[in-house]
């Protein structure tokens, strides 16, 4: 394939998904969701422990991924506020 076909053909990854800290708020229940919500809200809680949480409820996210979707700057936040 050329590089005009490669191109074209390219979709970035991202684009109109969720990211994974999106998907698993999605998929908690509203206890669930209000309590991490709240945690990610207080600066004092380390984004590495709530990751590690997650991580130990099965969701996979990595603590640079949690951190942007934290900061506000996931794809699913963007122009939901
Ligand atoms: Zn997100």
């Known amino acids: 394939m050329g590089i005009a076909e490669s191109i074209a053909a390219y979709r970035p ?3 109109g998904s969720l990211c994974a800290t999106c998907k698993a708020l999605e998929s908690l229940s509203p206890k669930d969701r209000e309590a991490l919500t709240t945690a ?5 809680m380390p984004g590495t422990a709530l990751t590690r949480i997650l991580n130990d ?5 990595g603590v640079s ?6 900061r506000g700057e996931c794809v699913g936040r963007r122009g939901s506020q």
Do not use: C, D, L
């Not at 409820?57 to 996210?61: D, L, N, T």
């Open 57 to 61: 409820e099965g969701f996979s996210i």
């Open 65 to 70: 991924a949690f951190a942007r979707h934290r």
């Open 13 to 15: 990854a991202n684009v």
């Open 40 to 44: 990610m809200e207080n600066p004092n």
